[in-house]
């Protein structure tokens, strides 16, 4: 009887030659991937932005300037009785992100918001800086006192006389000048003892008569843009004063 060693019909497998080619091939390769990367990079970069708002310099415009007749009739009394400077609102040129959002209703993207937001208060900033630029001299010989800049429809908050008037409405990048108004609210009355129609109507009364529903010891919150906390309507109810002092935590 004779015994015989059985030796496989295939090859054995160099698994160390093996690896070696994988990395050879990666370490090739590897110029040709890093280069559709950087390809692709750009693609999705010149594609992404849907909108596009640019910084660009503006030159300003000569328009003829629309005057409030009540700043002209403020301003002349002005002169002759020797008043306090004329408070006016000065409409300058709009920015050219204006221009290229007309006809848009909305912006979709935060990041687009953002964007045109920013370049608002820059190209606004850019504008007053070259108009105020232009009457610089009645400023400093006090014609024409800024008193607070708005970059959202670009005006000038300011105090002027005659002679201020008469520059800026020569001023290139100046619009309209209009009188900066102040609303007065008639004095308060006090309150009747009879129901007003308005609560009638959702029957307001009925809930504090039939059910002894008054409201009284609810908290009303307010998330807008305040309340003024010590009208004599609400101060004594304000839950921040105790009497004597306020406090708003």
Known sequence: MSFHTHKPSHPQINLLGSYSRTLLIFILSM????????KGSQYFTRAAPKESYSLVQTNLEKVSVQVDEDVRTR???????????TEVLIYLQKPPVNQQLS???RLAQKSERSRFILLLQTQTDQIQQKVLAG???SIQQGHITVV?????????????DSQGLSVLEKAPGVRKILLNKRMSLPPLETTSET???NLSKIAADRVWSEL????????????DSGVQWDHPALKN????WNGTQATHD
């Open 75 to 85: 301003v002349n009394s002005q002169s002759i009785q020797t008043q306090s400077a």
């Open 148 to 160: 607070k800049k708005y970059y959202v429809d670009n005006i000038l908050l300011a105090t002027i």
């Open 31 to 38: 110029p040709l991937l890093l280069y559709g990367v950087f």
């Open 195 to 197: 129901t007003e129609w």
């Open 237 to 240: 109810a304000y839950r921040g």
């Open 135 to 137: 009457f610089k001299q």
């Open 103 to 105: 006809g848009k209703k």
């Open 212 to 223: 002894n529903i008054t409201g009284e010891g609810v908290t009303v919150a307010n998330i």
